[in-house]
């Protein structure tokens, strides 16, 4: 009984509400001014604001052009009496829902977008972190210090002269320097550390 109660009198109230709303915009439409061949839409937004204004009460346009019995009262005022019907009304709501769900797809779209380009960004982001981090490779010299030896011990080490800072063909009447320290520093250093022949 109590929830029966309950519901009759939220319908009540609700029933109040709108009494007290045609009432409301009664008045209002007694004072605004009208626009020769306004259509309906930007007259309830108008209207809306001169009831906000006017009478301190908060009735949406949308809700105006919807609810039938505020809809007579406007359609009224703008075409002398006529008489909404309420498939009138039905088919407006229905063209409002329509633009609201083309209107979520559109943001849906660009959101989509919106993601794309922040991963695209993103990665060249990374790309950039990387490339700035990536050290220069580190290059084994001892491979191509080894042939260089071989190359001398296929001319004749017992022709060969190396001190510590140049390289000596000693086969020809006048030794010709191959290379020096200068030439090569690393491969002295390299030349040092791994043969066990003594530096003359």
């Not at 109230?13 to 915009?25: C, F, G, M, N, P």
């Not at 609201?100 to 959101?111: D, F, G, I, N, P």
């Amino acid at each position: 009984m109590k929830i029966e109660k309950r519901g009759d009198y939220l319908k009540m109230s609700k029933a109040q509400l709108v009494d007290d709303r045609v009432e409301i915009i009664k008045k209002a439409l007694k004072t605004i001014k009208k626009h020769r061949g306004e259509r309906i839409t930007p007259f309830s937004e108008r209207l809306s604001e001169h009831i906000k204004s006017e009478f301190n009460e908060n009735i949406v346009s949308t809700t105006l052009r919807t609810n039938k019995d505020y809809r007579r009262l406007v359609d009224g005022f703008l075409d002398k009496g006529a008489v909404v019907k309420d498939s009138s009304v039905r088919q407006e709501l229905m063209i409002e829902r329509s633009s609201v769900r083309l209107l979520k797809k559109q943001v849906a779209t660009l959101e989509q977008e919106l993601s794309k380009q922040l991963s695209e960004v993103s990665l060249l982001e990374d790309k950039n972190i990387r490339i700035r981090t990536q050290k220069e490779p580190v290059i084994d010299d001892s491979s191509a210090f080894s042939i260089i030896m071989k190359l001398l011990n296929t001319l004749g080490m017992d022709s060969i002269k190396i001190t510590e800072d140049v390289v000596i063909d000693t086969a020809s009447i006048i030794p010709k320097t191959l290379f020096t320290k200068e030439d090569c520093p690393e491969f002295f250093e390299w030349y040092l550390k791994n043969t066990k022949a003594h530096l003359i």
